[in-house]
């Protein structure tokens, strides 16, 4: 059944508004098995020829379309009800806007698509907040594919002057997170992208958080905007052998932000692996398959000489040299690292232009 003919078109502007309160906690069952899923939500009118103010009884879109705005002030969960081999998908197109408002959110769980396409945005505008939830029930449970593309966005609005923090969170779930052909993905100003960590609250629940990131794609003309403090965190794989594909050879990326391995405290008597630094933006411009700590190392690496330390830019703005074992060490002004050795060892020179060697395993400068 084809609802789309139940909401006339011709005859109205193409720029209504639409605001949305869907009800704490409903869900929305999306899928093929159900005739109701292919409804389409248009720009909606009343039999007076008015904007609808007030659509409490969603019954189940599949896709938001036109030119209005669809406002979401209460929380909403997407349930996509659909299996590997036949999909469900949930589609915002041709330049509808939907927006999280402030502590609402979206959660997407089950099998399906999530797509934003053909200049449509999902704008997250929340303070201190995860607002875009993907995933949560498992890695054999919910497995998603979130798709932007043909000018579609999805922003992250970040810091507006209430010091606010916008995030977008995936987490225990297969994903495949596909920017591309004209796709954009805008991290902006404190805003925060972070898969498999769960704001990194670890602890003895840390790999409840994982899932399965299997792609994240920017080929082709995919575009990545992080801003002044724009972050993305990436925590391993809830299966370490799985490694995350990172294609970004044919794509557009601008950066003042942050990439992070997040990861677990270690015992006692051991580096702390985590680290963040700036995004070296020719770095990211590569096709490649790694574990996540082994990627953040590429995307941040400022010594491309370097094939085990990594010497990167905190958001402090502290100019760090990681060794190979992770021990970190604040790097002395004027100090230009070149190389290293096999052993770890890590040269280069000084502002007078002598050799100084910083010592593995503990990070001590000699001159």
Not at 45 to 69: K, W
Not at 88 to 113: E, M, P, Y
Not at 120 to 132: N, P, R, Y
Not at 164 to 186: E, F, H, P
Request: charged fraction near 20%; charge should be negative.
């Amino acid at each position: 059944m084809d609802r789309g003919d139940q909401f006339p078109l011709k005859g109205f502007p193409d720029n209504l508004d639409l605001m949305v309160p869907v009800d704490d906690d409903k869900s929305l069952v999306l899928g093929g098995k159900y005739d109701t899923a292919l409804g389409i939500l248009r720009n909606v009118i009343d039999g007076a020829g008015d904007p609808v103010s007030g659509i409490h009884d969603l019954e189940c879109p599949s896709v938001i379309e036109g030119d209005g705005t669809v406002e979401m002030r209460s929380n909403c969960g997407l349930f996509l009800d659909g299996s590997v081999d036949n999909r469900s998908s949930f589609v915002l197109r041709q330049g509808a806007t939907l927006v999280l408002s402030d502590l609402v959110i979206l959660s997407v769980t089950g099998i399906g698509s999530f797509i934003v396409e053909d200049y449509a945005k999902l704008v997250v505008d929340s303070e201190d907040a995860i607002s875009l939830l993907f995933g949560g029930r498992g890695v054999d449970k919910d497995d998603i594919k979130i798709l932007v593309r043909g000018g579609g966005m999805i922003s992250l609005k970040g810091d507006d002057g209430r010091g606010a923090t916008s995030v977008m969170s995936l987490y225990a779930a297969s994903i495949d997170l596909d920017i591309s052909q004209g796709g954009i993905l805008s991290i902006q100003n404190n805003g925060w992208l972070e898969i498999n960590s769960m704001l990194a609250g670890f602890g003895e629940a840390g790999s409840a958080y994982k899932g399965n990131l299997r792609a994240f794609n920017l080929n082709t003309d995919g575009r990545l905007y992080l801003g002044d403090g724009g972050k993305i965190s990436f925590g391993d794989n809830r299966d370490v052998k799985n490694l995350l594909s990172w294609m970004a050879s044919n794509s557009f990326i601008n950066s003042k932000g942050f990439i992070e391995y997040k990861t677990t405290l270690p015992a006692q008597g051991f580096n702390h692996r985590g680290f963040v630094g700036a995004l070296q933006v020719n770095n990211a411009a590569i096709d490649t398959q790694a574990k996540a700590e082994s990627l953040v190392r590429t995307l941040v690496n400022e010594v491309p000489a370097l094939a085990a330390a990594t010497v990167f830019t905190t958001p402090e703005g502290e100019h760090i040299l990681r060794l190979k074992n992770a021990q970190k060490v604040t790097i002395v002004d004027g100090d230009v690292i070149q190389s290293e050795d096999s052993t770890g060892n890590v040269f280069g020179v000084n502002s007078d232009g002598r050799s100084v060697t910083y010592r593995y395993p503990s990070g001590n400068r000699v001159s």
